[in-house]
């Protein structure tokens, strides 16, 4: 079912271009995504073709009709390439003046306007109908053709190169320099900008040509790049989100006190210098977990006090909550009771209450 061995190799084109009836060598080089691209819409092009002019004929499937189709659609579609330009001058202002005059969207056309051509008197009478069926089975279709190598990549890119140059008439997607001799053309490919490049990046297999180096290198998944957290690592643009998310000491996480109430964002790595930085909020804290009736104000005095009853390094160790929380009452034993005035009543009415022990536990103040 393949075509025919098809060469793709450069060869140096000699055209007689009427200046003193002397050669003309043209460069021939081209857009290879476009290429490819164009490629790419083939093979669902054929298989529309094939199960559309198959559909209800119980003496043919699409793949009996495949190798005949793919020569008929091939002729057609290059046909219409070469009287595009001629259709495009002769329809210059018309209806047709608002189509996309892109490479892509014109051989798509073209590719489309032949499926249709194909259609038999069922499957356009039972199309609507059929629909989602009809769509599976295209699928299906070029899976299968795929599968069995039916028209490899390469050889749909060959009749795509020729394509592209028949309607690309603003040689915005291939090079139609020309030169007097082979020595310049030579020259002119190792700078063109269509010539082909291959990515320097290891585990990236990518070809493109040289005019999207600077977008290929924009967006490979194989090129080493500083983190962007700006931590010292260098590491594979693909790999970037689960290190920036799981690894990078510079990820932002919630501080170890947060279920008390620090809510401050903290990079991982500056974890144990927020807990030094922060120790006496992070007492207040939990002094408002074990005192809820105290107020604020009531609280830092306390918080003096049981820094000045401690070596600060001891508490400064504590990691959490229930770290933290135990110091805390191992120094509340040694002070004693913390008299706590009522936060809901007036100053002149306030109450003084005693507290022997804390009354919250370390449950309360991590739920």
């Not at 579609?77 to 595009?84: G, H, L, N, P």
């Not at 490479?103 to 009478?125: H, T």
């Amino acid at each position: 079912m393949d075509l025919p061995e098809t060469s793709t190799e450069h060869v140096t084109e000699k055209i007689e271009d009427g200046k003193e009836g002397g050669p003309s060598f043209h460069c021939d080089l081209y857009d290879l995504e476009i290429v490819h691209k164009i490629a790419q819409a083939f093979l669902p092009g054929l298989a529309t073709a094939c199960v559309d002019n198959t559909t209800g004929d119980i003496f043919k499937s699409p793949a009996s009709v495949a190798v005949d189709m793919r020569k008929e659609m091939v002729e057609y579609i290059t046909q219409r390439s070469e009287s595009f330009v001629a259709e495009s001058v002769i329809l210059e202002g018309g209806p047709e003046a608002e189509a996309s005059d892109h490479p892509y969207d014109i051989i798509s056309d073209f590719v489309d306007e032949f499926a249709s051509s194909k259609r038999n008197l069922f499957s356009r009478v039972s199309g609507w109908l059929l629909s989602e069926k009809r769509e599976d089975k295209i699928d299906d279709f070029v899976q299968e053709m795929e599968i069995n190598g039916f028209w490899l990549i390469d050889k749909r890119e060959v009749i795509a190169q020729t394509l592209l140059k028949n309607v690309d008439f603003k040689t915005e997607y291939h090079c139609d320099m020309k030169f007097d001799s082979a020595e310049e053309l030579a020259k002119h490919a190792q700078n063109c900008s269509f010539r082909s490049m291959s990515c320097e990046s290891e585990g990236c297999n990518a070809i493109f040509s040289a005019r999207h180096l600077e977008k290929h290198d924009s967006s490979c998944p194989f090129k080493i790049i500083p983190c962007e957290q700006n931590c010292s690592e260098e590491l594979m643009r693909r790999e970037m989100d689960r290190h920036c998310i799981t690894v990078c000491p510079m990820r932002l996480v919630n501080c170890t006190f947060y279920a008390v109430g620090c809510q401050s964002p903290i990079s991982y790595c500056k974890l144990e210098q927020h807990r030094s930085d922060y120790l006496h909020s992070h007492m207040l804290y939990i002094l408002q977990t074990i005192y809820k009736e105290a107020s604020v104000e009531d609280l830092k005095p306390r918080v003096e006090q049981l820094e000045k009853a401690s070596l600060y390094n001891e508490l400064a160790e504590a990691r959490n909550v229930r770290s933290l929380t135990s110091k805390i009452k191992d120094l509340e034993t040694k002070l004693g009771p913390f008299e706590v005035k009522s936060k809901h009543l007036d100053n002149e009415e306030a109450k003084v209450e005693t507290s022997s022990s804390p009354i919250s536990t370390l449950e309360e103040a991590e739920s």
